[in-house]
């Protein structure tokens, strides 16, 4: 049981602002994290729920704690604060975060587009990505001894080149469990999910709901 444990999820996409009308995200919608809100829900625990600006909340929202973020820059900013300033049990970071976050903006022409409000829509801009920070190698720098779960999702069909990306990931996060999935996952159902211990120990799980249940009993 939970009872008496807090667990944050933060869940969906992020959405990075390129003006403030337009913006990229990507394809999640919450569902993992709304399953595992669920599924921790039920075993008594005090829930956090970080959610993207387009995410879905979970069934019990009105008993848990919500918090909406918008790109990955807010989401680190909060999460570290949160962190910081009470004690978390489990953080189960299960967002689709950005990989990349606006620098420059430029017309045609090569002028840097500085205002704020609403790119030109007569032609197309020129746009300079950035690298976008990497929250999940932090977290355990914020908060020591917040049991880590994190999620590693690959574009492929290879499940040792999963595994050992995701085996990778945890390592370098210093995280407790890692999930990982392919991108399938965005599309079906009853994609399989391999729930990965530090020790090593591997349990594979078909479907998100399935997986969200099994990685949720493994530490309550």
């Known amino acids: 049981m939970l009872t008496g444990k807090k667990v944050l999820i933060t869940s969906g996409g992020t959405f990075e602002k390129w003006d403030n009308v337009r913006g990229h995200t990507n394809l999640s919608k919450g569902t993992m994290g709304c399953y595992l809100a669920e ?7 005090d829930i956090t729920y970080m959610h ?14 919500l918090i909406k973020f918008e790109g990955i820059e807010d989401l680190g900013e909060k999460l570290k604060q949160l ?3 009470e004690q978390i049990d489990y953080v189960i970071m299960a967002v689709a975060g950005s990989d990349w976050l606006i620098d420059k903006v430029f017309d045609q022409s090569g002028n840097e587009l500085t205002e704020k409000g609403k790119m030109p829509s007569d032609e197309p801009p020129i746009i300079h990505f950035k690298k976008a920070p990497k929250i999940l190698s932090q977290i355990k720098n914020w908060s020591p001894d917040t049991t880590l779960i994190g999620f590693k999702l690959e ?17 370098t996060a210093k995280a407790d469990y890692m ?22 120990k591997v349990v594979k799980i078909d479907g998100k709901q399935a997986a969200a249940i099994a990685l949720v009993n493994l530490f309550s």
Do not use: W
Not at 55 to 64: G, I, R, V
Not at 155 to 171: G, K
Not at 180 to 200: C, D, F, T, V
């Open 83 to 85: 962190l910081q300033s």
């Open 39 to 45: 599924a921790a829900f039920e075993k008594g625990a």
């Open 155 to 171: 574009a492929t069909d290879d499940e040792q080149f999963l595994m050992e990306r995701a085996t990778l990931r945890m390592e």
């Open 52 to 65: 993207g600006v387009f995410t879905q909340l979970p069934e019990h929202k009105d008993d848990m704690k």
């Open 179 to 200: 999930v990982a999935n392919s991108s399938k996952s965005l599309y079906g159902a009853m994609e399989p999910h391999y729930i990965i211990h530090r020790s090593g």
